[in-house]
């Protein structure tokens, strides 16, 4: 058995625990054991973005809990598809290689080739893929890495052909004018989902404006208020509420009227002058008004005032610009009432030719927004612009602003797959439980789906529409072949992206001309979403595919409720109407110290592998398992101290026993004590190793990691500061025998269950437990911790009130040291009694068991359960201030104080009177005994803390033997202390001199000589003179200084 450090190095240990299970082949061996158990755990690895070099401390946040999920699975025998994911087309990919390829627009791509952008693409994701692969390794992750599925396969864009065409077939798929977030950095819209992302929506500071628009024929202008001063070129109504009322006010600023809304008055700021009428919403209805750019071609129409209950005044005016053609609500207002639509802008944000002063102009920049107000001023329609803060949408890659356009796209129409999709979610596990809801209210509330982007490198949709109005959806590759006008050219393709997806033209089922595929590719959450089908063989394996749908449990982070899970059960329940995970667990946003989300882009970031080699891999993993799953976690260097130190608390009691077996080398193969020879904190010890392993059991098997980190904290700590403080004599005693065995099997059960227990989460540490102490002494154990079947709580213990009786014993210790600490009693001074005031039957017979341990750790000579209370307490009177104020008026106070100032043997006389109803007071006579309550307090002698259903006492009265006692131990305990300062081993033997000037003290020494001898493992005391390799002076008792010399035996 190799000797271990006191201080355990993580990260060369997890380096070394990598090299043995490569070495070993122990993944593989693991796997072909597992194949032959009959368990299988069907499971879903969400794809993880292969799109930048390294994966960053979020990613692993999310590959931490699935690990251990997995490897608990795995270690209990069951089976699996070990599948990773690669995210690995889509605007996430192509947003990166424009930033390495210098590229800044679509014209820039296309400049460059789409079929060498399409190229750099799938390099970098095989590049970043290679790179993530290694780092999830160092995490301690197993997966069958060289099968890791991608999302740009063949493979995987054939499935969602499939998925899409079924949608086609079931009247699903539809294509429709609507206003889409838009990105004009990227050129393409945005899905609802997409922009649902916490991420989406950030505080932006923008230039609000009011504008005054003349109402025709009539002496007032329409206040209207909008963030967006660029749409004003599409505006074709004004919205008021029919039901709220609206002032006409005279203003400073204007020959004519302005009209708000009654409640936003305020707006007018200091310009108004006076109300002169007020009007019902209704009453301007109707009403025809001057739009802001008349001159416009494409406002060559009336544009009148709209009624629209959703106005109101908490913002702006009160009146609403209407702009079909550049929002979602004002686009489905507008197709209610026959409003014209507008878009005035091209997918880069440019506005068309035909819009006078802004053609050419980006309606980005502050440039053309200030042209905007500037034009306004000129016609008199500016009232006045100011800075105005919001959360506004950005694009989710590449982070800049959103525009909402109106155009034309595919999308799948969830109206009839909805009710299915709600009963479906009702029908999974949603943990944390109120994420159910969360989901519900997605589902019930979303649009239709929109799945296409006017993108390069992504899922091509195989979309042919023909001239005459026939839409095909190709649902396969071969099917491809089977309708091109070119069938060899199939046959050639690379792979089916963009361009040379472009180049296959099909025949038109109805008509038979050539068509072209539509350029659009498809959403990047197609790709994730039918994970569930192309990675488990559903075409080519159905059996193998049943075997694997719906998964067991799928583990994301909370975002993907209205992501993946979204995109998953959308597909899952079309292709098979039932939803593709029967468990869903998730988890909160990694935050950096200052509480903002943490990202690989974010400044105050850690980089993956610098905490690989600052902290190691453990702590990681332990940081993020423990955390509560409806929490966030804050992660810094800081932050993971006390996981370190709980990681430590383990090391020592690892390190006790090592250090122990190895002097003693004791005979753990194939021994198993009889419960009868056992001491009862070995049955404890043992009761709650299976309490903890068992209670570990079920919550691993209920994806609560964060349950299990809290058991095992408890644990260790109760092993620590309970099991191994109470019994480390019976490890430092010399010689050999029965009781001395039972321990050191004990504890080396305790640990083995713990590695076994604790391998999904901290695997290196509890893989170098298990080869540095359970192989050791176990020659029969398994070739690795992972192998070992979570073959817990295999010791029984019969008498399981054991845990009861030392739960009661802790009690009654921890009541008596905080009385100690309380009345500064240091444990070293021994006492001469502690009482156990209960009428609890369970507590005699824990006291009786324990009797020895209690007097121990207390440091006290006897101990004794009592139900009588009154032998500790004096009791005393003081004042009923109600009763005693109708009897003694002013002297009240007088009485008080005469009561506090009375000795004790003149309050005793009280206290005995108060039973015959009259108390003969000094200088008061007698007085009722309704004047008086009756106290009760600790007799001088005895100190007393209640807890529960007892009250422990100590006898604190203190006979010279009693301190000379505790004198003997100081000394005792500064030798001890003196040997680890000088480095001495566990084992080794010492010349040791103590000396003290103090004739009392020297003679407390000289006369336990062998007490002090065997404490400190002295060969000689105060025998011999020698050069000493350690010396101290140090004080003891009331002050009293003794010198220590000490040198390791010749």
């Known amino acids: 058995m190799k000797k271990q450090d006191i201080k355990p190095n993580l990260v060369e240990n997890e380096k070394e625990i990598l090299k043995f299970w490569d070495d070993n082949q122990v993944f593989e061996k693991l796997k072909e054991q597992n194949k032959k158990t009959g368990k299988y755990f069907a499971t879903m690895d969400g794809p993880i973005t292969a799109n930048g070099m390294t994966m960053g401390l979020h990613h692993a946040f999310g590959r931490s809990l699935k690990d251990a999920m997995i490897k608990f699975r795995a270690i209990n025998g069951y089976d699996m598809h070990y599948q990773n994911g690669f995210d690995a087309q889509g605007l996430w990919v192509e947003v990166n290689a424009e930033k390495d390829l210098g590229l800044n627009s679509k014209k820039d791509i296309e400049k460059y080739g789409i079929d060498k952008f399409t190229e750099y693409c799938m390099q970098k994701v095989k590049t970043c893929a290679s790179k993530m692969t290694e780092q999830s390794i160092r995490l301690g992750q197993w997966m069958n890495w060289d099968d890791s599925y991608f999302t740009n396969s063949d493979t995987n864009i054939e499935t969602i052909w499939y998925f899409l065409k079924t949608c086609k077939q079931k009247g699903w798929l539809i294509e429709k004018y609507r206003p889409m977030p838009w990105c ?68 400073k600023s204007d020959d004519k009227l302005i009209c708000v809304c009654s409640t936003a008055t305020k707006v007018l700021k200091d310009d108004i002058i006076s109300v002169e009428r007020v009007v019902k919403g209704s009453e301007l209805v109707g009403k025809t008004y001057e739009t802001c750019f008349e001159e416009f071609p494409l406002q060559n129409f009336e544009h009148k005032i709209v009624a629209w209950d959703q106005v109101d005044a908490t913002e702006g005016a009160g009146s609403v610009h209407i702009a079909p053609g550049c929002g979602a609500e ?33 309606a980005n920049k502050d440039e053309t927004r200030d042209l905007v107000f500037a034009e306004l001023e000129k016609r008199n329609k500016l009232y006045y612009h100011h800075s105005y803060t919001h959360r506004y949408p950005h694009c989710w890659r590449c982070k800049s602003p959103i525009l909402f356009r109106l155009i034309k796209e595919w999308a799948i129409s969830m109206d009839e797959i909805r009710p299915m999709l709600i009963g479906e979610a009702k029908n999974v596990e949603w943990q944390p439980a109120f994420y159910e809801k969360r989901m519900l ?22 979309i042919y529409v023909c001239d005459c109005g026939e839409i095909t959806v190709v649902g396969s590759k071969s099917e491809l072949k089977s309708l091109a006008v070119e069938p060899e ?27 072209e595929r539509i350029k659009d590719v498809g959403d990047c959450w197609l790709d994730a979403g039918i994970a569930p089908f192309s990675t488990n063989k559903y075409f080519s394996d159905h ?61 105050n970031n850690i980089p993956l592998n610098e905490a690989f080699d600052n902290i190691g891999a453990d702590v990681i993993r332990y940081t993020f398992c423990s955390t509560n799953p409806q929490s966030d976690v804050i992660f810094s260097y800081s932050s993971t101290d006390e996981v370190r130190r709980r990681l430590l608390s383990l090391w020592n009691v690892f390190v006790f026993f090592n250090t122990y077996a190895i002097i003693d080398n004791p005979k753990l193969d194939g021994f198993e004590p009889k419960q009868s020879d056992l001491h009862i904190t070995d049955k404890w010890l043992i009761a709650r190793t299976n309490e903890f392993a068992t209670k570990c059991k079920g919550y691993y098997e209920a994806v609560k990691t964060c349950e299990v980190v809290s058991e095992f904290e408890r644990f260790v700590d109760e092993l620590s500061n309970w099991y191994i403080r109470v019994n480390r004599r019976r490890f430092w005693k010399s010689q050999e025998d029965g009781d001395k065995l039972n321990a050191y099997f004990c504890l080396e059960y305790a ?28 020659k029969t154990a398994s070739l690795s911790v992972m192998m070992s079947g979570f073959d817990i709580a295999t010791y029984k213990i019969d008498d399981e009130s054991v845990l009861d009786k030392t739960n009661i014993v802790r009690s009654i210790i921890a009541s008596a040291l905080k009385l100690r600490n309380e009345n500064n009693l240091k444990v070293k001074q021994p006492l001469k009694k502690a009482f156990v005031i209960s009428a609890n039957t369970n507590a005699l017979k824990a006291i009786e068991d324990y009797k020895s341990i209690i007097e121990e750790e207390l440091n006290i000579k006897e101990i004794e359960l009592t139900t009588d209370v009154e032998t500790f307490n004096d009791h005393y009177l003081t004042l009923n201030f109600r009763n005693a104020g109708k009897v003694l008026k002013g002297d009240v106070q007088k009485m008080k104080v005469a009561l506090e100032n009375t000795d004790d043997v003149t309050m005793n006389k009280y206290v005995s009177e108060l039973e015959t109803g009259k108390v003969s007071i000094k200088d008061f006579g007698e007085m009722p005994s309704d004047m008086f309550i009756k106290n009760s307090k600790p007799k001088q002698e005895f100190i007393m803390e209640s807890a529960d259903d007892m009250t422990v006492v100590l006898d604190i009265t203190l006979t010279q033997e009693l301190i000379n006692e505790g004198i003997l131990r100081e000394i005792i305990r500064n030798a001890q202390i003196l040997r680890k300062e000088a480095n001495f081993e566990i084992d080794d033997r010492i010349d040791i001199n103590i000396k003290s000037k103090d004739v009392e003290i020297q003679n407390i020494i000289n006369s336990n000589n062998d007490k002090i001898k065997s404490e400190v493992l002295g060969n000689t005391f105060n025998e011999i003179s020698f050069t000493p390799e350690i010396t101290k002076e140090v004080e003891v008792g009331n002050g009293q200084k003794v010198e220590f010399e000490l040198r390791v035996s010749k």
């Not at 209210?441 to 195989?462: A, C, F, H």
């Not at 975002?559 to 939803?579: C, D, K, N, P």
């Open 543 to 603: 059996a193998f595919w049943k075997k694997n749908y719906p998964a067991e449990c799928v583990i994301e982070m909370k975002e993907q409720i209205r992501l993946w899970f979204y995109s998953m059960l959308v597909m899952g329940v079309a292709l098979t109407g039932h939803a593709p995970y029967k468990k869903v667990s998730t988890y909160g946003s990694l935050l950096a110290q200052d509480g903002k989300k943490l990202s690989k882009s974010s400044p």
């Open 441 to 462: 209210d997605w589902l019930t509330n979303m649009g239709d789906w929109s799945i296409s982007r006017k993108r390069y490198y992504g899922l091509p949709l195989p």
């Open 184 to 251: 004009t950095r990227c050129g393409t819209s945005l899905s609802e989902h997409e922009m649902s992302d916490a991420d989406a929506y950030r505080d932006d500071t923008c230039q609000a404006v009011f504008i005054k628009l003349p109402v025709i024929n009539q002496d007032f202008k329409m206040l209207v208020w909008t963030t967006t001063p660029w749409t004003l070129s599409s505006n074709v109504a004004i919205a008021v509420n029919p039901e709220l009322e609206y002032s006409i006010c005279k203003v």
């Open 489 to 515: 050219k199939v046959d050639k393709l690379p792979h089916l992206h963009r361009p040379y997806i472009d180049e296959i033209k099909i025949k038109c089922p109805h008509c038979g001309k050539p068509v």
């Open 751 to 778: 640990i083995k269950n713990i590695a076994m227990v604790m391998a999904p989460i901290m695997p290196f540490m509890m893989e170098y437990i298990w080869q540095n102490q359970v192989r050791e002494v176990e």
């Open 330 to 362: 004002d686009f489905e207002l507008g197709q209610s009432i026959g409003l014209p639509n507008i878009c005035p802008i091209d997918d880069a944000g440019i506005f068309y030719n035909n819009f006078g002063f802004l053609s050419g102009l980006d």
